[in-house]
T-cell receptor, first 112, second 115 residues
Framework: GDSVTQMEGPVTLSEEAFLTINCTYTATGYPSLFWYVQYPGEGLQLLLKATKADDKGSNKGFEATYRKETTSFHLEKGSVQVSDSAVYFCAPSSGSARQLTFGSGTQLTVLP | GAVVSQHPSRVICKSGTSVKIECRSLDFQATTMFWYRQFPKKSLMLMATSNEGSKATYEQGVEKDKFLINHASLTLSTLTVTSAHPEDSSFYIC???????????FGPGTRLTVT
């Protein structure tokens, strides 16, 4: 089955710092790739996605590029804000049931 | 995206009792619904996948007689934890999807505490 290796947290950054959260995956075929974010006390929200190789997903200043050759989908943001403090999950989706396989989650805390 | 609600948001029950959690898709035809379990500071673990009108498909290690899933309509799925025990205490999250799509939309989750 699919699996995801996600950067261990927690990650603590100062406001306006550069963020990278690494994610590599193994999957059957060519999965779609997603980053979900979970803010404190809330459910998961889709942050961005990429459906084929070399696609770049972007949203709210976050970006991730689908790298088939390295099976990676690293999340980046050039300048984080306090409001970005949350848990971030990397998740490929594949198979006929289109199930998501979640990484372990990375807790991000941004300090003012 | 779809708006998904769960009810209740929190529930406390005594050991040995059963509790039902509802997942509703408010504005979306959810042909497929997923149920996850999230342990503290851990990832989401898929419990089962259900298609409207069909029996749920359970992941390995998930007891189908303990976690009863019903997906009777395109807008409602229920998860019933039968004969709950303290080890069933967890955060249960549902998500919805539609046929042909990889995107899932998540509910806010239900915190179950079994005493």
């Amino acid at each position: 089955g699919d699996s995801v290796t996600q950067m261990e947290g927690p990650v603590t950054l100062s406001e306006e710092a550069f963020l990278t959260i690494n994610c590599t995956y193994t999957a059957t075929g060519y999965p779609s790739l997603f980053w979900y974010v979970q803010y404190p006390g809330e459910g998961l929200q889709l942050l961005l996605k990429a459906t084929k190789a070399d696609d770049k997903g972007s949203n709210k200043g976050f970006e991730a590029t689908y790298r088939k050759e390295t099976t990676s989908f690293h999340l980046e943001k050039g300048s984080v804000q306090v409001s970005d403090s949350a848990v971030y999950f990397c998740a490929p989706s594949s198979g006929s049931a289109r199930q998501l396989t979640f990484g372990s989650g990375t807790q991000l805390t941004v300090l003012p | 995206g779809a708006v998904v609600s769960q009810h209740p948001s929190r529930v406390i029950c005594k050991s040995g009792t059963s509790v039902k959690i509802e997942c509703r898709s408010l504005d979306f035809q959810a042909t497929t619904m997923f149920w996850y379990r999230q342990f503290p500071k851990k990832s989401l673990m898929l419990m089962a996948t259900s298609n409207e009108g069909s029996k749920a498909t359970y992941e390995q290690g998930v007891e189908k007689d303990k976690f009863l899933i019903n997906h009777a309509s395109l807008t409602l799925s229920t998860l019933t934890v039968t004969s709950a025990h303290p080890e069933d205490s967890s955060f249960y999250i549902c998500s919805v999807s539609t046929s042909g799509s990889y995107e899932q939309y998540f509910g806010p989750g239900t915190r179950l505490t079994v005493t």
